[in-house]
């Protein structure tokens, strides 16, 4: 592969996709009116994400290159378990050991990056009071 250019969508439009497999290039209005484009088609693809952590990384990001390596893992989720997730993390909304729960969940799905910041917060929580 080529040396990567950023941003991704501006100069290799057409090896971003989406988890679909269609290339940002076949994601345009005229296709959505068509019929030929869906919702689905707009989710993105966990390798983009993972191309952009790598350009945070270099850029002088880690935190950045974190969130998005984070977000590759939880990009193949259904978005209502995403949702559950995150509402879950609120302080006081989880006891510990549903927190545990979702971070089992997590790593058997593939994501240990999240699963491991769900065990942080968790310990975080009960640190300071927040859960039981």
Do not use: K, W
């Not at 390596?69 to 990009?75: C, D, V």
């Not at 989720?77 to 993390?89: E, G, K, N, Q, S």
């Not at 050991?97 to 975080?124: D, Q």
Request: net charge negative; with cysteine.
């Amino acid at each position: 592969m080529a040396e990567l250019s950023y941003p991704l969508g501006e100069h290799h439009r057409s090896e971003v996709r989406a988890q679909t497999g269609r290339a940002a290039d076949e994601l345009t209005v005229e296709a959505v009116r068509a019929g030929r484009v869906g919702a689905q088609d707009a989710a993105i693809d966990p390798e983009t994400l993972l191309r952009q952590a790598d350009f945070a990384e270099r850029g002088g990001n880690p935190q950045l290159a974190d969130n998005l390596r984070r977000g590759a893992e939880l990009a193949t989720f259904p978005d209502d378990d995403v949702l559950r997730f995150y509402d879950a993390l609120r302080p006081g909304r989880s006891s510990a050991a549903e927190l545990e729960e979702i971070a089992v969940t997590l790593e058997a799905g593939g994501a240990a990056r999240c699963a491991a910041l769900v065990r942080e917060a968790r310990a975080h929580y009960l640190r300071r009071g927040l859960i039981s």
